[in-house]
């Protein structure tokens, strides 16, 4: 157990001064000063911190060797990956079980945590199907779309009821054939999804951080993409570029203010209390990832976060 003091923590829309508690790989406490504490205290005086970033990687599940799969986890590594989220495709119904064991087979070797989702084509969407995907707690599908005619054959009634006991998230993929004809597919999709009251989101984008919304749709908040009090302990720290001094990375430390934090490589990587990149040198654990199962996707979505939600699908109207 450690603590983490004074630390400047950077959000979406202010920075802050936070000292974090962390104890087998989780934040145990959260205040803006702890004087009392007196066991092990690691001075963040001027540090700059931000949350581990969750991102989606359509190349991981791809890895010909082990090799590969490594040099592809370092990779996201050095981006500022904490938790990486795969779909695999399928085709069939009676793939579901058989596609979701063998990527998580593929993933039993992985340093980040991981979710696993599902990619089908849209004649796939249907409440039997999503059963099997509630099953095995499969929190989001990204589902390919190529015309109007598909998404009018779709059964949203039964599809909207039967995702009220497991509400996993659908997310296009719009493959049309020009750029117009992809805006008003996008759409008439997220049309369908607010008058049905479905959760989706715009199409992922590979190595995107997650924001908070779709971290809480997928179910993930407040377990990743935080740092709350029972929060993973995965940060990322930054050094200021004005300055030459470099304080010790023993101290988990690097000094900096005023950069725009989301478009740096974060110069320390810590995932689960754990350092797994210092400067240029990445540390891989193979096997020390874990997989996020998610009980519920959007459990921790607030009345005002629903209405945010349906008032951005109603945008596309």
């Known amino acids: 157990m450690y603590l983490l003091d004074k630390v400047t923590k950077m959000d979406e829309e202010r920075n802050q001064i936070r000292s974090y508690l962390i104890e087998n790989g989780q ?84 340093t980040l945590d991981y979710v696993v989702g599902m990619t089908i084509p849209i004649s796939l969407l249907r409440p039997a199907v999503l059963r099997v995907f509630q ?94 009090q029972g929060s993973d302990a995965d940060y990322l720290l930054f050094i200021d570029e004005r300055e030459d001094q470099i304080h010790s990375i023993d101290q988990k430390v690097a000094r900096g203010d005023g950069i725009v934090y989301y478009k740096k490589e974060p110069v320390v990587v810590v995932l689960k209390g754990e350092i797994v990149k210092t400067y240029e040198t990445i540390s891989l654990k193979p096997g020390y990832g874990r997989l996020i199962e998610v009980i519920r996707p959007g459990r921790f979505m607030s009345l005002q976060d629903v209405s945010a939600d349906v008032y951005q699908q109603e945008n596309y109207l």
């Open 27 to 110: 934040i145990n406490y959260v205040t803006s000063s702890f004087d009392k504490w007196n066991k092990q205290r690691v001075n963040m005086s001027g540090v700059l911190m931000t949350n581990g970033r969750i991102m989606y990687d359509d190349e991981l599940l791809a890895s010909k060797d082990f090799q590969e799969f490594q040099d592809r986890q370092s990779y996201l590594i050095k981006k500022g990956c904490t938790g990486v989220a795969v779909a695999p495709s399928v085709q069939y119904e009676r793939e579901i079980e058989a596609v979701f064991k063998r990527a998580k087979h593929a993933m039993a070797s992985s």
């Open 135 to 228: 099953q095995f707690r499969i929190p989001f599908v990204r589902v390919e779309i190529q015309s109007f005619q598909q998404l009018k054959t779709i059964p949203w009634t039964h599809i909207s009821q039967t995702l009220l006991t497991y509400p996993t998230v659908l997310i296009p993929i719009i493959t049309p054939s020009s750029d117009r004809l992809e805006a008003a597919l996008l759409k008439e999709w997220m049309a369908y999804c607010s008058l049905f009251q479905i959760h989706t989101t715009d199409p992922l984008e590979v190595l995107a951080c997650w924001k908070k919304p779709l971290l809480q749709k997928v179910g993930l908040y407040p377990n990743k993409g935080t740092m709350l």
